[in-house]
């Protein structure tokens, strides 16, 4: 709803008179309910035999019918005395971990969290992990109260065992498995993730992720430490990017989950939310200690630094031609087909200078600090990383030379003409195998000061600035098919500036669990891309500029209570959130009056509850309300294409609100077992990007909400011991059906009375599919298997039919996306998935990993059409990685990684840049802890 005028009163009261009523609503509630004490743990006998740790706490749970939560970093080389006689579950486990340097929390009525055990007074509280949400629900429809918040994970303690565990699909990644995948470009961390995908891959060193279809600004929330900062760049006849920039470096861990989310960080998640944690104390202390410094330095292959702007690379298509070479009659002078040896005659000669794939080419670094006392802990960390264009694989789909016959009849006599056309296979890609891929280089430079202060038992404040600046090639992506082909770019920069503050309260009550959040981001983007037409003038060669800034600030409040009783168990979480961004031009730069220019603010409330009535059956609820309102400092104005005349101009102004349910049943057989079934819903309101004017595409006056509806039903299986003492199996099965109606993107109206180009909504979006991950563990092995299937992805809207002068009544289609739309690039791969294996061996100091993923092809077409988005088909392509770590101590630690052992040419799925994925690179790395 678009209103030219509104009451700033009435706009601050509404929300918050909503807020308020949800609050007083759920207190009402709780006070009814009465606050009894948690009912008393019953004695049951254990016979545990003395063994690893991780052996041990299998033993309890599957003797207790608890569940214990843990990553397994937290047992290694750990072990226990074992255990005999009758005990709670809490003491066994007590006993259990005893002298081990690792404590427990409850986390849930019959589930346990394992955390280090901190370097601080008794009664002190840790502020939250990092986690990848997708989307599910957050705080309780289906995952569980019990596991989300600030506190469900110790620092630096990510538990990937919650996945099998919960009404929703989740994946979690720890800090070993991002210094695995670590790569060149932040999306590389989530490679072996089910479902997940991060567009325009290899452009920029930006994430900007993609769960189950649903992509870019704000489907996919990117939290860090619950801030967040996002901006959503113009990328020519392939639309746009929303782009996140993050350091893995600097990360601890991520849990993502997948749909529609309750909790502080759901809002306007239609696809999921992406939930990062900076390091922290406990990644950088050894266990014991109070002070602790890590040192990292690294290096990887297949890389070189960036030649001089303008610098030529790929293949030309000046070079390429139809030349006519005979004819059934006097046609008079023929051509000269030219005649090459191979494709790499067609582009410059420098790019296929590769060096050996064991030379070092780059470096990397860092250096982190932590001191714990009993009422203060204090961390600084610093990375620095230097990597120059990569290059290409050799074994693949790579471009290569056609010569193409074909005749042209002409209507006298029966005369012909014949000719032979120059061209080159494999599709869209433009960069020949083994070449330097331009504009893929970067430098990072990050900054972390972080302190956690105790001031009482159950109190803690943590306060955090986070600086991160990049300097990367940046390629326009119909620049590498126009003019001169690809270019090399001045660097572009980013600049990002994080503060957050962050409170706990935990008294010795289960009904208190308060925390707030405060955060402020500051984004400062200078995009430069290259251009060079000198084939067609000689002064046709320039820099094109994109500037802007964005600045964004937060505030989040939440309660989570848990009551036990005869009747059951009842965990409920309650809260709300503010945020206000802000985006504007730089002073003085180029296209300045073309940058958008406009604030947005958005306010919601939550309620989630997850209720065990017995030990068989779980339910689970939450709801959300959201507003928002903008206001676009541009002028706009409106063309009416039948009436051929403009409107007058205005300032955009939007407001829009509604409500979000989210429900879940799972049905518990067996401990380790479970069935579920889960509907969620979510509402996006119109982003920044969205509402305001601006370089190639600008909203129209009445932009609707849009609504996800979102089905899942799901296996869960988490069983220990399934052959022999010792051995574990967890298996998630998980059938998707996940429709956005009133889906925000550009595209054409479905009259001719609507302007073309333009940010609306269409009908739907819709994706349909399964996923599935496999895990066994056996001793020192670990075999893991994943998968998804889309059996579905299309858009779908009325389409106008006719012209304007003689217009036919518009028809409803569904298809792969819609000319202009930006969604056309959004849709992942019909068939993905791998496996991998690791070991552990010589007393857990030496791993092993291998792993195979397969990326397979569109799912659906789109409607081609001259002059609109370009639509980026890629070729299904296999990868091979293995990567190995030794500790040779406490202190030392050595890794080796081989990203694509098999030097395959590819390009990424989802890509916007037709820019050739890395080929074989080696990493290496040593790590010193003291």
């Given at each position: 709803?678009?209103?030219?005028?509104?009451?700033?009163?009435?706009?601050?009261?509404?929300?918050?008179?909503?807020?308020?009523l949800m609050t007083g609503a759920s207190v009402a509630a709780l006070s009814l309910i009465g606050a009894s004490p948690a009912a008393a743990q019953t004695a049951q006998g254990y016979t545990i035999p003395a063994g690893t740790l991780a052996d041990a706490l299998n033993s309890l749970a599957e003797q207790s019918g608890t569940q214990i939560l843990y990553d397994a970093a937290l047992t290694e080389g750990r072990r226990s005395a074992g255990l005999k006689g009758s005990f709670s579950p809490a003491e066994a486990l007590s006993h259990l971990l005893a002298g081990s340097g690792v404590t427990f929390r409850q986390s849930g009525p019959r589930t346990y969290t394992l955390e280090r055990a901190p370097q601080a007074a008794a009664?002190?509280?840790?502020?939250?992990?990092?986690?990848?949400?997708?989307?599910?629900?957050?705080?309780?429809?289906?995952?569980?109260?019990?596991?989300?918040?600030?506190?469900?994970?110790?620092?630096?303690?990510?538990?990937?065992?919650?996945?099998?565990?919960?009404?929703?699909?989740?994946?979690?990644?720890?800090?070993?498995?991002?210094?695995?995948?670590?790569?060149?470009?932040?999306?590389?961390?989530?490679?072996?993730?089910?479902?997940?995908?991060?567009?325009?891959?290899?452009?920029?060193?930006?994430?900007?992720?993609n769960i189950r279809g649903m992509q870019g600004v704000g489907r996919v929330p990117v939290v860090i430490d619950g801030s967040q900062q996002a901006t959503t760049v113009y990328r020519g006849y392939s639309g746009v990017a929303s782009r996140s920039y993050v350091d893995p470096d600097m990360i601890g861990g991520v849990e993502v989950l997948k749909g529609p989310t309750s909790g502080v960080e759901g809002v306007g998640s239609?696809?999921?939310?992406?939930?990062?944690?900076?390091?922290?104390?406990?990644?950088?202390?050894?266990?014991?200690?109070?002070?602790?410094?890590?040192?990292?330095?690294?290096?990887?292959t297949n890389t070189r630094g960036a030649p001089a702007p303008y610098t030529q690379g790929g293949?030309?298509?000046?070079?390429?031609?139809?030349?006519?070479?005979?004819?059934?009659?006097?046609?008079?002078?023929?051509?000269?087909?030219?005649?090459y040896d191979s494709v790499n005659q067609l582009?410059?000669?420098?790019?296929?200078?590769?060096?050996?794939?064991?030379?070092?080419?780059?470096?990397?670094?860092?250096?982190?600090?932590?001191?714990?006392?009993?009422?203060?802990?204090?961390?600084?960390?610093?990375?620095?990383?230097?990597?120059?264009?990569?290059?290409?694989?050799?074994?693949?789909?790579?471009?290569?030379?056609?010569?193409?016959?074909?005749?042209?009849?002409?209507?006298?006599?029966?005369?012909?003409?014949?000719?032979?056309?120059?061209?080159?296979?494999?599709?869209?890609?433009?960069?020949?195998a083994g070449e330097e891929v331009l504009n893929t280089s970067s430098e990072n430079l990050s900054f972390l000061a972080k302190a956690t202060v105790r001031p009482a038992d159950g109190h803690a404040i943590e306060l955090a600035y986070m600086k991160f600046k990049s300097w990367f090639g940046e390629a326009m992506?119909?620049?590498i098919i126009r003019g001169d082909g690809a270019l090399q770019a001045p660097m572009s920069r980013v600049d990002v500036d994080t503060y957050t503050a962050r409170y706990k309260w935990k008294p010795d009550s289960d009904l208190i669990e308060l925390k707030i959040n405060a955060s402020r981001t500051e984004l400062d983007n200078r995009i430069r891309t290259a251009y060079d037409f000198s084939s067609i003038s000689p002064d046709l060669k320039y820099i094109d500029p994109h500037d802007g800034r964005t600045h964004r600030h937060g505030v989040d409040i939440s309660n989570r209570a848990l009551v036990n009783g005869p009747w059951g168990d009842l965990t409920v979480n309650l809260g709300g959130s503010f945020s206000h961004e802000d985006t504007f031009p730089i002073p003085g730069a180029k296209l300045e009056s073309a940058a958008r220019d406009g604030w947005r603010r958005e306010w919601s409330a939550f309620g989630d509850a997850e209720y065990l009535p017995v030990s068989f059956l779980k339910f689970n609820g939450a709801l959300r309300y959201t507003t928002f309102q903008s206001h676009d400092r541009q002028l706009s104005r409106r063309w009416y294409p039948l009436?051929?005349?403009?409107?007058?101009?205005?300032?955009?102004?939007?407001?829009?609100?509604?409500?979000?349910?989210?429900?879940?049943?799972?049905?518990?057989?067996?401990?380790?077992?479970?069935?579920?079934?889960?509907?969620?819903?979510?509402?996006?309101?119109?982003?920044?990007?969205?509402?305001?004017?601006?370089?190639?595409?600008?909203?129209?006056?009445?932009?609707?909400?849009?609504?996800?509806?979102?089905?899942?039903?799901?296996?869960?299986?988490?069983?220990?011991?399934?052959?022999?003492?010792?051995?574990?199996?967890?298996?998630?099965?998980?059938?998707?059906?996940?429709?956005?109606?009133?889906?925000?993107?550009?595209?054409?109206?479905?009259?001719?009375?609507?302007?073309?180009?333009a940010i609306r909504n269409i009908d739907m979006a819709r994706f349909k599919g399964y996923e599935g991950t496999f895990e066994y563990r056996a001793g020192p092995a670990k075999l893991s298997l994943f998968a998804t299937h889309y059996t579905l992805a299309e858009y779908c809207d009325w389409v106008r039919k006719g012209t304007s002068t003689r217009p036919l009544p518009a028809q409803y289609e569904c298809n792969g996306g819609f000319r202009g739309s930006y969604g056309r690039n959004h849709v992942p791969p019909e068939w993905a998935g791998g496996g991998s294996v690791e070991l552990d061996l010589m007393e857990e100091r030496l791993n092993l990993f291998a792993r195979v993923t397969y990326t397979g092809s569109r799912p659906s077409e789109s409607i081609a059409v001259p002059g609109a988005i370009e639509v980026i088909e890629w070729n299904p392509y296999t990868l091979v990685d293995a990567s190995a770590r030794f500790k040779l101590n406490e202190n030392v630690r050595f890794e080796l990684t081989a990203d694509n052992l098999l030097d395959k040419y590819y390009m990424d799925a989802l890509t916007l840049g037709l820019m050739a994925s890395p080929g074989r690179t080696i990493r290496g790395g040593v790590t010193f802890n003291f």
């Open positions: 709803m678009i209103s030219k005028k509104h009451s700033r009163r009435a706009a601050f009261l509404r929300p918050a008179c909503h807020a308020l009664g002190s509280v840790q502020l939250g992990t990092l986690r990848v949400s997708g989307g599910s629900e957050g705080g309780g429809a289906g995952r569980g109260s019990s596991a989300r918040g600030g506190a469900s994970f110790g620092d630096g303690t990510d538990t990937g065992d919650l996945a099998y565990v919960s009404a929703q699909s989740s994946s979690y990644i720890t800090r070993d498995e991002i210094e695995r995948n670590r790569g060149f470009q932040p999306r590389d961390m989530f490679r072996g993730t089910p479902g997940v995908l991060s567009g325009d891959a290899r452009n920029s060193g930006a994430l900007d992720v239609v696809g999921g939310v992406v939930s990062m944690r900076t390091i922290g104390v406990r990644d950088i202390l050894l266990p014991g200690k109070t002070f602790g410094v890590r040192v990292r330095g690294g290096f990887n293949l030309r298509e000046s070079m390429l031609g139809k030349y006519k070479t005979g004819c059934n009659f006097d046609c008079g002078p023929l051509d000269t087909v030219p005649e582009g410059n000669p420098r790019g296929l200078d590769r060096p050996s794939w064991i030379k070092p080419t780059d470096a990397n670094g860092s250096i982190a600090v932590a001191k714990s006392w009993d009422w203060i802990d204090l961390l600084g960390a610093v990375t620095y990383r230097n990597t120059g264009n990569y290059f290409a694989g050799e074994n693949g789909n790579a471009p290569h030379l056609t010569y193409t016959q074909s005749t042209t009849k002409l209507p006298i006599l029966g005369w012909e003409e014949y000719y032979t056309t120059v061209g080159y296979g494999s599709g869209l890609n433009r960069f020949r992506p119909s620049s009436e051929r005349v403009w409107s007058d101009y205005y300032h955009l102004n939007q407001k829009a609100g509604g409500w979000a349910p989210i429900a879940a049943i799972t049905m518990i057989p067996r401990s380790w077992l479970q069935v579920y079934a889960r509907y969620g819903e979510a509402l996006r309101l119109p982003s920044l990007f969205e509402v305001t004017t601006g370089f190639s595409a600008n909203p129209i006056d009445a932009i609707k909400p849009e609504r996800a509806r979102n089905w899942e039903f799901g296996i869960n299986v988490s069983k220990d011991g399934l052959f022999w003492a010792g051995d574990a199996v967890r298996m998630k099965l998980a059938y998707f059906n996940n429709e956005a109606k009133n889906y925000i993107t550009r595209g054409v109206g479905s009259t001719f009375a609507d302007p073309d180009e």
